[in-house]
C-alpha cells in the first residue's frame, strides 16, 4: 500500500530516506527550518553529495511523489506516518542533544491539537538517541493529545554515507522498535519492498532498538580502535597492519571490514553516538570500558599522526603542507569531526600555512576555516611547492598519483599517509619519505 510520509529534518537521513520512501510509490513530505536548502531541493538540486541520490530525487520530484516546504503543518496535515530525522549533536558534556527532538514532538502535537481531522498517527524516530527517549516522545504526545493518538516508533538509521541510496534501498537489515501491533504492521508494510531479497524486518521494543543503534556504532568503532591501537606496537616491533588485517580478516568470526587501521574514525556519527552511550551508561553509574578505550585510542591516534609531522620537521612555522582529502570518508562531502580539520587545525597551530584539496568538500571546509588555509581544485597543485605530502582521506583518485609529477612538485619527496594507500617497498624504491600507519616507515637517508 501507498502511504503519505512526512520527513522532518531533510540533512543527510531525511532526504535519503524521504527519496527512497518516494522512489517506492510513497507520497512524500520533507521539511527543513532551513529555507536555502528547501529552495534548491524544490528545484531538484541536491544540497548534499551522495552517490545515486541526484537521479532519484529529480525523477520522484517530476513524478509528483516527493514535495519539500519550511512549514511542519504541510506534513502533518497530510500524513499518517511522520519520521523526524532531526540533529541530535553531542552538548559539551557528550550527552545527545534533544531539544530538536522534544520540541519538534510538541510542535506536532500542537499542530494535531488544533487539526478538525483526528486520525492516529505513528511518529518514527530516526534520528539516533538515547535509550528512553521514546518514552518521553511518546510522554509528550499523550499529554496534549490524550493516550491512543499517537503511536512512537523507534527506526534506527544504519545508513552509511557515500551508500546511503544503496543502503537505504536494500538495507542489511530494518530495526523497528514497538510494542504495537498497529504500528508494526504498518511499518512492516512500508519497508517490505526494501527487503524483497530476504533481509530481516526486525521487530523489538523501543528501548532495545535505541540501544541497538548505540551499540552497533560503539562496536564498529572499537574493531577500528583495536587495529589503530595495534598499528603502534606493530611500527615499534616491526609487523606490518596490513598483513595482519589480511590475516585475522580471513576468520569469518572476526570478518574482514572494520579492521582498516588509519588516522582514526570521525563523521558525524561515530564520535559524538559512542560519547553519548558513555554519557548515558554513567547516568546509570555502568562503566562501559570497551567503548570509553575505543574513543581514547581514537583521539591518541589522530594526535599521533600529528607527531609523525612534527617530529620529521621540528618546528613547522614556515613549512607549508598539502593536504588530500577532508571528507571524513570518501564519497561524502560530510566534513562533520572529520580527520582532516583536526589536522589541518594542528598544522595551523603550529603556524604551517596549508593547502588543501577534496574531490567534493572543499566548500564545507571553506565554511570551517575561510581564508586560514588555501584551497586547490586539483590534486597535484595542491602540492606545488610545500614541504609535504599529508594524505587524510581514502579518495580513489589518490590511490594511484603520478609520483615523478608529484616529485617535481614537492619541495621534498615527503608523504605523510593517514590512509596506508601506498606500499612502502614502493615508495621507498621510488625514493620518498613515506610515514604511514602500523608498517614500516620509510624514514629519511
Ligand atoms: P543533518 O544535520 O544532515 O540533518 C538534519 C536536518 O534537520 C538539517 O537539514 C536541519 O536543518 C534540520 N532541522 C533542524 N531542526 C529542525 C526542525 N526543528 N524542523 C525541521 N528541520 C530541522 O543530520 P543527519 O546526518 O541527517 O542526522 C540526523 C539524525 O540521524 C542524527 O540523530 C544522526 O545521528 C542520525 N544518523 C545519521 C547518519 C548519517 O550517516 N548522517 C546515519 C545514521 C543515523
Redesign the pocket.
Known amino acids: 500500500m501507498s502511504y503519505k510520509i512526512g520527513i522532518?529534518?531533510?540533512?543527510?537521513?531525511?532526504?535519503?530516506s524521504g527519496t527512497s520512501f518516494a522512489a517506492s510509490g510513497n507520497e512524500v513530505y520533507c521539511?527543513?527550518?532551513?529555507e536555502d536548502?528547501i529552495a534548491k531541493l524544490r528545484k531538484g538540486i541536491s544540497?548534499?553529495f551522495e552517490p545515486g541520490l541526484d537521479y532519484y530525487l529529480k525523477q520522484n520530484i517530476r513524478e509528483g511523489r516527493l514535495h519539500f516546504s519550511?512549514i511542519?503543518k504541510d506534513a502533518v496535515s497530510e500524513c499518517s506516518i511522520i519520521f523526524l530525522?532531526?540533529?541530535?549533536?553531542p552538548n559539551e558534556d557528550g550527552s545527545?542533544d534533544l531539544h530538536?527532538?522534544l520540541?519538534?514532538a510538541k510542535?506536532i502535537a500542537e499542530i494535531m491539537l488544533n487539526a478538525e481531522s483526528k486520525e492516529k498517527k505513528i511518529v518514527v524516530n530516526?534520528?539516533?538517541?538515547p535509550v528512553g527517549t521514546g518514552e518521553k516522545v511518546q510522554a509528550i504526545f499523550d499529554a496534549i493529545l490524550g493516550v491512543g493518538r499517537v503511536v512512537v516508533v523507534s527506526n534506527?538509521?544504519?545508513?552509511?554515507?557515500g551508500f546511503?541510496i544503496e543502503d537505504a534501498m536494500k538495507p542489511e537489515r530494518v530495526v523497528i522498535g514497538t510494542s504495537d501491533k498497529w504500528a508494526e504492521e504498518l511499518m512492516r508494510d512500508l519497508y517490505e519492498p526494501f527487503v524483497r531479497s530476504g533481509n530481516p524486518i526486525i521487530v523489538m521494543d523501543v528501548k532495545s532498538a535505541e540501544v541497538t543503534?548505540y551499540a552497533s556504532?560503539a562496536f564498529l568503532a572499537t574493531k577500528i580502535s583495536f587495529m589503530n591501537d595495534l598499528s603502534l606496537f606493530c611500527e615499534v616491533v616491526g609487523a606490518d597492519i596490513e598483513k595482519i588485517r589480511i590475516g585475522m580478516g580471513s576468520d569469518s568470526r572476526i570478518g574482514k571490514r572494520f579492521l582498516f587501521a588509519g588516522i582514526g574514525f570521525g563523521?558525524?556519527?561515530f564520535p559524538?553516538?559512542v560519547r553519548a552511550l558513555l554519557h548515558t551508561a554513567e547516568e546509570h553509574n555502568i562503566d562501559l570500558v570497551l567503548p570509553k578505550a575505543a574513543f581514547e585510542v581514537n583521539r591518541k591516534q589522530m594526535q599521533r599522526f600529528v607527531d609523525k609531522i612534527v617530529s620529521r620537521f621540528g618546528r613547522l612555522n614556515n613549512r607549508k603542507f598539502a593536504v588530500w582529502g577532508l571528507a571524513f570518508k570518501p564519497n561524502t562531502d560530510?566534513t562533520?569531526e572529520a580527520p582532516a580539520f583536526y589536522v589541518i587545525e594542528k598544522l595551523l597551530l603550529a603556524k604551517a600555512r596549508v593547502c588543501v584539496y577534496d574531490p567534493e568538500a572543499i566548500e564545507n571546509a571553506r565554511l570551517h576555516f575561510g581564508d586560514r588555509i588555501s584551497y586547490s581544485s586539483d590534486m597535484y597543485s595542491a602540492t606545488k611547492s610545500t614541504d609535504a605530502l599529508v594524505i587524510v582521506t581514502e579518495w580513489n583518485v589518490f590511490r594511484n598519483p603520478n609520483f615523478f609529477k608529484l616529485k617535481e612538485l614537492l619541495k621534498n619527496p615527503i608523504i605523510f599517509d593517514g590512509r596506508n594507500l601506498f606500499n612502502p617497498e614502493e615508495m621507498k624504491a621510488l625514493d620518498f619519505e613515506y610515514y604511514c600507519i602500523g608498517r614500516e616507515q620509510i624514514k629519511k637517508g
Open positions: 522532518i529534518g531533510t540533512g543527510y537521513v531525511g532526504l535519503v521539511i527543513d527550518i532551513d536548502k544540497p548534499i519550511t511542519l530525522c532531526l540533529p541530535t549533536p545527545a530538536h527532538v520540541d519538534t510542535e530516526k534520528s539516533t538517541v534506527p538509521e544504519f545508513l552509511r554515507e546511503a543503534k556504532n563523521g558525524s556519527c559524538k553516538d560530510d562533520r
